[in-house]
Nanobody, 125 residues
Framework: QVQLVESGGGLVQAGGSLRLSCAAS????????KGWFRQTPGKEREFVAA????????YYTDSVKGRFTISRDNVKNTVYLQMDNLQPEDTAVYYC??????????????????WGQGTQVTVSS
């Protein structure tokens, strides 16, 4: 059974940093693209960042470019999201996802087959 477990969320002041991790178990995803999404109450889940199977390609939504960095360790079967200069508008539940069928980056939710349970990130002003 595939499981994705996120960690690293929490409460931080504006301008601070957090590093999210997402460890996969039950299957190796070394040839799969991985991504991070976020969701706030009453809104649809939105794309944040994605990384190709090799890590050579990354893709970010405009609002986090220059502040967030996605990376992966295929040996550890883990994907990371380094979040710097966090702002109150970054407050959300963050979800990691794996595209079991694709190795290239995508911002489309329907191309991701496996999802974590989510981790809360709260940024105070």
């Amino acid at each position: 059974q595939v499981q994705l477990v996120e960690s690293g969320g929490g409460l931080v002041q504006a301008g601070g940093s957090l590093r999210l991790s997402c460890a996969a178990s039950g299957r190796t995803f070394s040839t799969s693209a991985k991504g991070w999404f976020r969701q706030t109450p009453g809104k649809e889940r939105e794309f944040v960042a994605a990384i190709s199977w090799s890590g050579s390609d990354t893709y970010y939504t405009d609002s986090v470019k220059g502040r967030f960095t996605i990376s992966r360790d295929n040996v550890k079967n883990t994907v990371y999201l380094q979040m710097d200069n966090l702002q109150p508008e970054d407050t959300a539940v963050y979800y990691c996802a794996v595209a079991g069928r694709w190795g290239t980056v995508s911002r489309r939710l329907d191309e991701y087959d496996y999802w974590g349970q989510g981790t809360q990130v709260t940024v105070s002003s």
